[in-house]
């Protein structure tokens, strides 16, 4: 054997870490676990930051101060836009073709002619 994968001085570390495999695992399990608790104080903070806002607007909202806006309703906007339009434009009627008829829907075939 030229090359053995075993070194010639191991080092006390790798030698311990070889037989207990756990002397590595349970301090980084730990630390992970620590570590979840430690960032648990900062997320409940970011929440508790969030859902003040959303008490302040329902207060806010408690007050009244959305009572100034005026609501939304489709049928005064069309008459708005309907009286806005007469305003601006004029009725023309388009000279139609001799032989198509004063009907809304013309023929789907053209007229016979005799």
């Known amino acids: 054997m030229p090359f053995s994968s075993n070194p010639i001085n191991p080092s006390p570390l790798q030698s311990r870490l070889k037989r207990h495999p756990a002397l590595f695992g ?7 676990v620590g570590a979840s608790f430690g960032l648990q104080t900062f997320t409940q903070t970011r929440y508790d930051l969030q859902d003040q806002k959303v008490k302040q607007i329902s207060n806010e909202q408690a007050l009244g101060l959305d009572h100034k806006k005026k609501k939304f309703d489709i049928r005064e906007e069309y008459y ?15 000279a139609r073709p001799n032989e198509l008829p004063e009907s809304v829907v013309p023929p789907t075939e053209p007229p016979a002619k005799s």
Do not use: C, N, T, V
């Open 26 to 32: 349970i301090p980084f399990l730990l630390i992970i």
């Open 80 to 94: 708005k836009l309907s009286a806005a339009g007469e305003q601006d434009w004029e009725p023309k009627r388009i």
